[in-house]
Each structure stands twice: as structure tokens, then as C-alpha cells.
């Protein structure tokens, strides 16, 4: 049984700082691609950004680019995501997801399996 668990959300203000962590079980973690996704309220669940099998290669949403940063460690079989001057808009809840495909992907279909999901809230 696959499970995605991630942690690490909360609340902050503006301009602060917050690290989230995807922990996997129940697959190969290095043989997958791995992303990350936030929906907030009233909108569609959106692609933030992704990591390759081995880290090598990552991929990012525009409105991140630059702030947010993927990593990953196939020894621990977790993701990350560190998340630098945050925004009021970036509040969402976050999840991790895991891409079986050969090459990253940034759409939502492509992706087998999802965490729960953790609240990021960013004050003003």
C-alpha cells in the first residue's frame, strides 16, 4: 500500500520561510519522479514544482521560481520542498505526488499517487 504522508505546513507571515516534507512508503522511491502540487480555496489544484528519480534535474511553476526549492533523498525516501519569502498568495494546501513516468511531468494526470496534503497559510 502506497502512502504519501506529507508535514510541515502552518501558518506564517509574509516573508517568512517554511520546509515541507513528503515521506513515501509502499513503492520503489527512486524510481520515481516526484512533484509537488497546492490547490487554494475555490481554485484548481495547480503544479508547483517536480524532481527527477535522481535529483538531477527539477522543474518550477513561474509564480516559484526562484523563492521555492525541491529536493529529495532516496535514502530516506522523502521529498522536500523549502519555501522562501512566502506570499499571501501562496497559501494553499500543498501535496506531494509521485510520477512513475520516464521524464518529469507538470500535469496533474500524470501522477499515480498523492498525499493528503498539508495547510500552508501565509498573513499578510
Known amino acids: 500500500q502506497v502512502q504519501l504522508v506529507e508535514s510541515g505546513g502552518g501558518l506564517v507571515q509574509a516573508g517568512d520561510s517554511l520546509r515541507l516534507s513528503c515521506a513515501a512508503s509502499g513503492l520503489t522511491f527512486s524510481r520515481y519522479n516526484m512533484g509537488w502540487f497546492r490547490q487554494a480555496p475555490g481554485k484548481e489544484r495547480e503544479f508547483v514544482t517536480v524532481?527527477?528519480?535522481?535529483?538531477?534535474?527539477?522543474s518550477y511553476a513561474d509564480s516559484v521560481k526562484g523563492r521555492f526549492t525541491i529536493a529529495r533523498d532516496n535514502a530516506k525516501n522523502t521529498v522536500y520542498l523549502q519555501m522562501n519569502s512566502l506570499k499571501p498568495e501562496d497559501t494553499a494546501v500543498y501535496y506531494c505526488?509521485?510520477?512513475?513516468?520516464?521524464?518529469?511531468?507538470?500535469?496533474?494526470?500524470?501522477?499515480?499517487?498523492w498525499g493528503q496534503g498539508t495547510q500552508v497559510t501565509v498573513s499578510s
Open positions: 524532481i527527477s528519480r535522481s535529483g538531477g534535474s527539477t
Open positions: 505526488a509521485a510520477d512513475g513516468g520516464l521524464y518529469t511531468r507538470d500535469r496533474r494526470s500524470a501522477y499515480e499517487y
